[in-house]
């Protein structure tokens, strides 16, 4: 009798001490290094670019998947949590991650530091550019901050500001020299797009678009935004057939024949585009919201930038 109150007994001890060691683990997975300094930026642009400012001195999770919409995403409990436990919170603003925000603003609430990167970098306002078109997001602040790389440099240096004020235990010298290297790859960026723009002839220098997501990139390399598919600034938004009727009256009066759509969305809207207009109109692909997987085409800010640019050279130029 002895011997199986024993057995039972080790039974229990044995279950409990694995109990103990999957709980451990499953926080451990869940939470990281506890002794870590922790970032956590909300959408995969901004994270690369964080990441490119933090490199080894803290750890940075990044809540959007690649090829996500950053107007629809959402949050598990987990990652919810992940925001209420960081050192810094790194986010768009603007009204971008839409349905993220509350949890950004419960984090702050919480004592987190949090920082809005579109609300720093000079923010301009939509227009959608749509001569005699609906225009119902003009004056409001367009989140699309980083088309404008110029406006990354300035985010990418108030980011570095900011891991050095709140995040403890980094190493300040190896954060500025990570932003100053960055910078200088941004400036190079800026170069090689104006370069790669400057064959694109005053004529043919107008954007069609999915929704409007460009406005930052033409005002600072010269182009047009004749409209878009979708006549707002968040892809939750859908045209009606008078908005589709009203832009291709828009492109026929500029001349214009390309519509720019994202790689993450369905180009359904711009087919139908094409249709109204007769078929001769080119789709082209661009990444403009969500970074993809690495090796798959814009698996960073800086390879995403250039293949938008190549992308939108040759598509406007007919090369």
């Given at each position: ?33 506890a002794e870590r300094p922790r970032v956590v930026v909300t959408t995969n642009i901004l994270g690369d670019i964080t990441r490119e400012i933090v490199g080894d001195e803290a750890d ?113 010298k190896a954060v500025r020299a990570n932003a100053t290297r960055y910078d200088g790859q941004l400036a190079d960026l800026t170069t090689w797009m104006e370069k790669s723009f400057a ?121």
């Amino acid at each position: 009798m002895s011997v199986r109150v024993g057995a039972a007994r080790l039974r229990a001890a044995l279950v409990t001490l694995i109990s103990f060691f999957v709980l451990a683990a499953a926080t451990g997975c869940a939470g990281g290094d506890a002794e870590r300094p922790r970032v956590v930026v909300t959408t995969n642009i901004l994270g690369d670019i964080t990441r490119e400012i933090v490199g080894d001195e803290a750890d940075v999770s990044v809540l959007m998947k690649p090829n996500a919409d950053p107007h629809s995403f959402g949050l598990s409990a987990v990652q919810a949590a992940e925001l209420e436990n960081a050192d810094l919170v790194v986010y768009n603003g603007l009204g971008l991650e839409e349905n993220v925000l509350r949890h950004v603003e419960a984090a702050r609430e919480s004592g987190v530091a949090t920082f809005a990167a579109g609300e720093a970098a000079d923010p301009l306002t939509f227009h959608t550019g749509r001569d005699g078109g609906p225009d119902d997001e003009a004056g409001e602040p367009d989140p699309h901050f980083w088309t404008d790389p110029d406006r990354v440099r300035k985010a990418a240096g108030l980011i570095a500001d900011q891991v050095t004020e709140h995040v403890d235990g980094v190493n300040e010298k190896a954060v500025r020299a990570n932003a100053t290297r960055y910078d200088g790859q941004l400036a190079d960026l800026t170069t090689w797009m104006e370069k790669s723009f400057a064959a694109v002839p005053e004529n043919r220098r107008a954007l069609v678009t999915n929704h409007h997501v460009f406005g930052y990139l033409a005002d600072r390399f010269g182009f047009r935004v004749i409209g878009a598919v979708i006549p707002s600034g968040t892809t939750l938004a859908s045209p009606s057939s008078s908005d589709l009727r009203s832009l291709t009256q828009a492109m026929e009066k500029a001349g214009v024949r390309t519509v720019f759509a994202d790689s993450s969305q369905p180009t359904h809207l711009a087919e139908v585009l094409r249709q109204e207009m007769g078929g001769d109109v080119d789709v082209v692909s661009l990444y403009s919201e969500s970074l993809t997987e690495k090796g798959k085409g814009a698996g960073t800010y800086l390879e995403m930038m250039r293949a938008n640019t190549s992308a939108m050279a040759e598509g406007l130029t007919g090369a």
